[in-house]
C-alpha cells in the first residue's frame, strides 16, 4: 500500500502565495494601462505593425540591397522607357520626355534632351524602395511618423558600343542627364483607378500649413498611421518578393549591383523579369506625385560647358505639372527664395574650388531677412562641403525643401560628376552620392523597427 502524504500550507506560504498573486495582476494592469495611454501622438517612431506580426521574415531582411536596387549597364539586361507595363503603359512615357524636354527648351539646355537621345535611350539605371519617405517640409515634423512609402526610379539614357566624336570607343556612355521618377504607393492595388488616400492627403495639407503637430486629432493621425503601415507593408512585402525562390540570405549587403544580376545570364533574366512585375504594380504613372530632371546643354563635354539645369515637375493623375523650385527655411519655416521654373549652377572655371550657385540664390543670400539662414542652407562652393555637406546629406536634418538640387547633388568627390544614383559617361560604376548613402540607412532603420527587428 502506498502512502500518500498531505502536507498543510503554512500561513505563511499563503501569505506569500497571496501576494505574489497581488503582484502579478498590478503588473497586468499596469501594461494593460500603459498600453492604453500610450498614445500615438507621443511616438515619434513607428512601431512593429499588426500588418508585419506574425510574419516571417528573412532574418536579414531588409538589406542594403532589397531597398537600393542598382542596375548594371548591360544592353540586353536593361529595361527601356519605351518597354510598357503590364497596363499597357510604358515605363517612362514619350510625353513626360516631351513635357521635360519643353521645361529645358527656354534655359542653356535648349533641345539638347531630343537632339540628343531618343526615348528608346532612356534606360532604368536604379530603384530605390523607402518605406517611409518624410511628407514635411521641415525636421521637427516628426519625419519618421509622418511619412509614406515610395518608389523612386532613375532613368538615364545610356549609348551602347558608341564611338564619341573624337574617335574613341565605348562599351556604354551615360550621357549626362537624368531623370528621377517618384511614386506614392497606395494602400491596395488600383487595378486602373487612380490614388485616392484621404487620410494622406490631409495629413500633407497640415504639414504644409505648418499647423502644430499636437493640433492633429486622435482619430485623423490613427487612420493616417494605420493606412500608413498598411501601404509600407504592401511595399515591404513587393521588395521580398523580389528576392525569388533563389536563397540570397546574406548576399545582399552593401550598396553594390543587385546580386542576382552578376549570378549569370538566367538568374539577372529572371530578376529583370520580377523587377517588371514590381513596376506594374508600384510604379504605375498615376501615382507619380514628383519627377525631376537635370541635363548638361548639347556637346556631351561636362568640364567644358560647366553648366547643368534642374527641372521640377509635380504628377496629377498621370499628366505632368511644371513647378517652380523654392527653398523653405527648415529653422524658420519660411520661403527663403523661390529660383523659379528651372535652376543652373556650374562649377566656375575662373576658381576651380568654388561652386557657383543659381543667380537668384545668390541674389537672395543678401536678403536682410532670409539671406543669413539661406547661407546655412545651400552649397555655393566646394569649400562649403567640408562644413555644411554631412547636415546636407542627412535626411533627418535637412529635408529635400530645405536645400537645392544642385547641393545635394555636388557632395560627390568629382566636382563634375552631380549624379546621385546614376552613371557619368564611360565609367562602368554607379555614382552613389552621399545623400543616398545616408537616406538608405534611415530606410533600413525604419524597415527593421516596423518589422520588430529591433
Known amino acids: 500500500m502506498t502512502l500518500h502524504f498531505v502536507r498543510s500550507t503554512s500561513t505563511r506560504t499563503q501569505l506569500f502565495s497571496s501576494l505574489l498573486t497581488m503582484l502579478l ?29 506574425g510574419e516571417e521574415y ?69 530603384v530605390r524602395i523607402v518605406p517611409c519617405n518624410p511628407l514635411g517640409l521641415l525636421p521637427d515634423q516628426a519625419p519618421e511618423t509622418y511619412c509614406w512609402p515610395q518608389v523612386r526610379l532613375t532613368w538615364q539614357p545610356v549609348l551602347f558600343n558608341y564611338t564619341m566624336p573624337w ?10 542627364r537624368a531623370i528621377h521618377a517618384l511614386y506614392r504607393v497606395p494602400t491596395q492595388p488600383l487595378d486602373g483607378i487612380s490614388m485616392n488616400e484621404p487620410s494622406l492627403k490631409a495629413m500633407l495639407e497640415h504639414l504644409k500649413e ?65 523587377l517588371r512585375r514590381f513596376l506594374d504594380e508600384f510604379a504605375q504613372p498615376r501615382t507619380l506625385h514628383l519627377l525631376t530632371g537635370f541635363s548638361l ?34 529653422e524658420s519655416g519660411d520661403e527663403l527664395v523661390n529660383i523659379g521654373m528651372s535652376q543652373t549652377v556650374r562649377q566656375t572655371k575662373t576658381i576651380p574650388s568654388e561652386f557657383m550657385e543659381d543667380p537668384a540664390i545668390l541674389d537672395a543670400m543678401n536678403d536682410p531677412y532670409f539671406g543669413e539662414e539661406l547661407n546655412r542652407s545651400v552649397i555655393t562652393h566646394r569649400d562649403q562641403v567640408p562644413t555644411l555637406g554631412a547636415e546636407i546629406a542627412d535626411s533627418t536634418r535637412t529635408m529635400v525643401h530645405n536645400t537645392t538640387c544642385a547641393s545635394c547633388h555636388v557632395l560627390n568627390d568629382n566636382a ?20 543616398v548613402v545616408s537616406d538608405v540607412s534611415n530606410d533600413l532603420r525604419w524597415a527593421q523597427n516596423y518589422l520588430g527587428h529591433f
Not at 416 to 435: A, D, G, M, V
Request: charged share 25%; glycine share 6%.
Open 297 to 330: 546643354p548639347e556637346g556631351r563635354i561636362p568640364a567644358q560647358h560647366d553648366n547643368w539645369t534642374f527641372l521640377s515637375f509635380m504628377g496629377v493623375d498621370g499628366g505632368l505639372q511644371q513647378v517652380p523650385i523654392k527653398v523653405i527655411g527648415k
Open 167 to 176: 574617335g574613341s570607343h565605348a562599351e556604354s556612355y551615360a550621357d549626362d
Open 58 to 126: 528573412p532574418w536579414d531582411f531588409p538589406a542594403e540591397q532589397d531597398l537600393a536596387i542598382l542596375l548594371p549597364l548591360e544592353e540586353d539586361q536593361m529595361i527601356h522607357a519605351t518597354d510598357v507595363n503590364a497596363q499597357g503603359e510604358e515605363y517612362l512615357s514619350q510625353y513626360w520626355l516631351s513635357e521635360m524636354n519643353r521645361g529645358f527648351l527656354p534655359t542653356n539646355v535648349k533641345d539638347a534632351m531630343e537632339r540628343e537621345n531618343v526615348p528608346q535611350d532612356w534606360v532604368l539605371v536604379s
Open 416 to 435: 563634375f560628376n552631380i549624379h546621385s544614383l546614376s552613371y557619368l559617361e564611360q565609367q562602368r560604376k554607379i555614382t552613389i552620392s552621399p545623400r
Open 210 to 274: 505648418q499647423i502644430p503637430l499636437g493640433m492633429i486629432s486622435q482619430e485623423t493621425e490613427e487612420l493616417f498611421l494605420e493606412e500608413r503601415d498598411r501601404a509600407a507593408g504592401r511595399l515591404l512585402q513587393g521588395a521580398l518578393e523580389l528576392r525569388g525562390d533563389e536563397p540570397v540570405e546574406g548576399d545582399l549587403y552593401g550598396l553594390e549591383l543587385r546580386r542576382e544580376t552578376q549570378w549569370g545570364w538566367e538568374d539577372a533574366d529572371a530578376f529583370r523579369d520580377r
Open 25 to 53: 495582476f498590478l503588473n497586468a494592469c499596469a501594461q494593460d494601462q500603459a498600453t492604453n495611454t500610450n498614445s500615438i501622438n507621443n511616438s515619434n517612431l513607428t512601431t512593429k505593425s499588426d500588418l508585419a506580426k
